[in-house]
């Protein structure tokens, strides 16, 4: 018989993994104090003192504004928001075009589509996953406005070279930061190098209050739009006299002072959860680094990786192993893998029946861009055949427990061959 679990040997790991918590009784002290209070919600929506929030909210944006070294945080209730407003402030609208990347979580390619704007696709790089800068550069024309830069899987895209290219072209560069709080390029933290970064406080996050996201910015001007298009900016334009009302149509995207409570203690503990995350992801990769065909995450130099997630490129040609019964054979033996991320966005049904807000095409029919076809081969290729992912911010392995997902990979290989005839044997 097989030593392989998917054969019906024994898994090789027996005890199941601790699901990660950043949670602990400084958050329930800090829920309680607000409870006390009496006050859940410290904003009001016309020009008043409480425009700009309560306690908790104005305390939490300016501890983040000193941890990440901006002038501006602006708190939302998440990171969709976020990227709304950021979208919004920036003054763009119906026809322009912003520049993002297929493997994304949805929400960075929805934003434009809100104030009526064409997302176009930009393939990403093979090394970290994040937007090849040529590519982007291929994509500019007269009607693109802005870059939306993701910070995938907690790596940093190429940002100081995309600043640049925005820069050279007038463009405002959007960071996506929601994988990378307390990521590195250069010293700088990601989500501070483009016009506006955008985190997220969603309960899958490396720090999480529930739901929430913060914006962070150095422009004065920007920090404005997105406090207005946070609460109800049309209400404000003429007590503050604001001259320019392009997008100043507001909705309420307010942070509680329970999730902004919550949410600061989790920053001040942010480093620390961030260094054991950390920790996993390189144990991991250290361990198995010599299995040939298996490129463990990059890290480009300069860099430093958060790993919301844990991404593996796969090389089916050299192991000879179909991808998914590979990962399918991790999996029987206790490995919390997963295969690809998210298919690339351009093959939702929104984009190929090119149907978003109404029913008569609208964006879509602003433009002559189409999304037929594998628009982004890189982004194509690592979904179909080498992705292979573990949520390191869903999972709190012991030490003996990483030992074990490495073994198992070694195991799995070892008996690859087992594997060949797989899809036949099911
Ligand atoms: C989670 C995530 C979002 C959405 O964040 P929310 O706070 O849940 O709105 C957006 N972009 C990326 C890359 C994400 O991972």
Not at 39 to 60: A, R, T
Not at 64 to 71: D, I, N
Not at 298 to 307: F, G, I, L, P, T
Not at 338 to 357: E, H, T, W
Request: aromatic fraction near 8%; include cysteine.
């Amino acid at each position: 018989m097989s030593e392989l679990a998917i054969l019906g040997g024994k898994p090789l790991i027996k005890e199941i993994i601790p699901s990660y918590q950043s949670l602990g009784k400084e958050e329930i002290v800090a829920v309680n104090n607000v409870m006390s209070s009496g006050v859940l919600s410290g904003f009001y929506g016309s020009w008043s003192d409480e425009f700009f929030g309560g306690e908790e909210v104005k305390h939490l944006e300016k501890k983040w504004s000193s941890e990440f070294k901006v002038k501006y945080s602006i708190s939302v209730n998440s990171n969709t928001s976020g990227l709304i407003a950021a979208i919004g402030a920036c003054g763009i609208g119906p026809g322009d075009e912003v520049i993002v990347p297929p493997l994304t979580m949805s929400a960075t390619a929805m934003a434009p589509i809100f104030y009526g704007a064409i997302p176009v696709f930009a393939d990403v790089e093979a090394e970290t996953f994040c937007l090849d800068v040529e590519q982007v550069r291929k994509n500019i024309t007269p009607k693109t406005k802005a870059i939306i830069a993701v910070n995938l899987f907690g790596h940093p895209a190429r940002l100081k070279e995309l600043k640049k290219l925005a820069n050279e072209n007038s463009l405002r560069l959007i960071e996506d930061n929601a994988q990378a709080p307390f990521a590195k390029e250069d010293n700088a933290y990601t989500g501070t190098v483009g016009d506006i970064g955008v985190f997220s406080l969603n309960y899958h996050k490396h720090i999480h209050s529930g739901e929430g996201g913060v914006c962070v910015t150095n422009d004065e001007n920007l920090a404005r739009r997105m406090s207005l298009i946070r609460n109800h900016a049309e209400n404000i334009v003429e007590p503050i006299d604001l001259k320019d009302i392009t997008n100043m149509v507001g909705m309420n995207l307010r942070m509680t002072e329970l999730s902004a409570a919550i949410a600061g203690v989790q920053l001040e503990k942010g480093k620390e959860l961030i260094s054991g995350r950390q920790g996993i992801a390189r144990k991991l990769s250290g361990l198995i680094i010599d299995i040939e065909g298996m490129e463990v995450p990059a890290e480009r130099s300069n860099c430093d990786h958060v790993y919301y997630m844990w991404a593996l490129k796969y090389c089916e040609n050299s192991i000879g192993v179909n991808r998914d019964i590979f990962a399918k054979a991790l999996v029987a033996e206790g490995v919390p893998v997963g295969i690809g991320y998210v298919k690339p966005l351009y093959k939702l049904p929104l984009f190929r029946n090119k149907i978003a807000i109404g029913n008569k095409g609208y964006p879509f029919n602003l433009t002559k861009r189409n999304y037929d076809g594998d628009l982004c081969p890189v982004a194509e290729q690592l979904h179909k055949h080498e992705l292979i992912t573990i949520e390191i911010c869903s999972i709190d392995p012991t030490s003996k427990q990483i030992d074990d997902m490495a073994a198992a990979f070694y195991k799995v290989y070892k008996n690859r061959n087992e594997l060949i005839n797989f899809d036949k044997a099911e």
